[in-house]
């Protein structure tokens, strides 16, 4: 048998509604400081992440507006490219309507002067018919047989002829001229010094600097062996010295 020692009862020393030093603890770290402390520190925490998740996201940004730049460098040339072809065949085509406008004036020029040789030959062909009844009319005229209606008609056609640009031309007295002058008659006169139209037979016409017809005249030279005029000697006196003296 054991035997019991009689002497104080054995209580405990720590109370019964104390804290055991385990559940304090558990208790003290429910509210500890460190858990306030944890909660910022775990939102820092967030934070962090998502500014790595938007540096992520600009990063693949970046690299799609390089990649739209590297893409425009290409277009761009192409663009450059066909710019200078369109101003090569405008230039061109500039040309081609510089070269039709000048071959265009210079055609409407030559049908214009082509036009107006085809009528001047025209009316020169029909003043050419009507010379015959201007002579008609000239040689009554002369003869003071232009008289009464006849004489109006004369009067309107040679007005008409004039309008048509008809000119007449031929005077006594006047200088032969080969080229608007044609010679029927020929004789000496001692009152010329030059051959001269001394006798209009056949007026002559002409349009503007055409001649249509020659004037028909009749021409006088000087007389052979006129005497020379004053202040000149004979040929032979002034050879030979002067005048023989006896």
Same mark, same amino acid.
């Given at each position: ?96 309507? #510089?070269? !039709? @406008? ?6 409407? +020029?030559?049908?214009?002067?082509? $036009?107006?040789? /085809?009528? %001047? ?77 001394? #006798?209009? !037979? @056949? ?6 600097? +055409?001649?249509?017809?020659?004037? $028909?005249?009749? /021409?006088? %030279? ?25």
């Amino acid at each position: 048998m054991t035997e019991e020692t009689p002497g104080f009862d054995q209580k405990s020393d720590v109370p019964t509604d104390a804290v055991q030093p385990d559940d304090a603890a558990a208790q003290a770290a429910g509210a500890s400081p460190a858990d306030e402390a944890g909660g910022p520190a775990d939102g820092a925490g967030d934070v962090t992440e998502t500014e790595q998740e938007g540096q992520g996201g600009q990063e693949p940004l970046q690299g799609q507006v390089q990649g739209q730049a590297a893409d425009l460098g290409p277009q761009e040339a192409a663009l450059t490219a066909q710019l200078d072809q369109t101003r090569t065949a405008l230039h061109e085509r500039t040309q081609d309507l #510089q070269r !039709l @406008q000048a071959e265009f004036q210079n055609y409407r +020029r030559r049908v214009e002067r082509d $036009r107006a040789a /085809v009528k %001047e030959v025209a009316v020169a062909n029909l003043l050419t018919e009507l010379l015959p009844v201007l002579d008609d009319i000239g040689r009554a005229r002369d003869h003071g047989e232009l008289v009464g209606g006849f004489k109006s008609v004369a009067e309107s056609l040679e007005m008409v002829a004039a309008k048509m640009g008809l000119m007449q031309f031929g005077k006594e007295g006047e200088p032969f001229d080969p080229t608007v002058h044609e010679a029927l008659m020929h004789s000496y006169s001692p009152d010329v010094t030059e051959t001269t139209c001394v #006798q209009i !037979l @056949q007026p002559g016409y002409r349009i503007g600097e +055409r001649t249509i017809r020659p004037a $028909r005249v009749g /021409v006088a %030279e000087p007389q052979p062996g006129a005497q020379a005029p004053a202040g000149e000697e004979p040929a032979d006196e002034e050879e030979n010295g002067g005048p023989e003296q006896g």
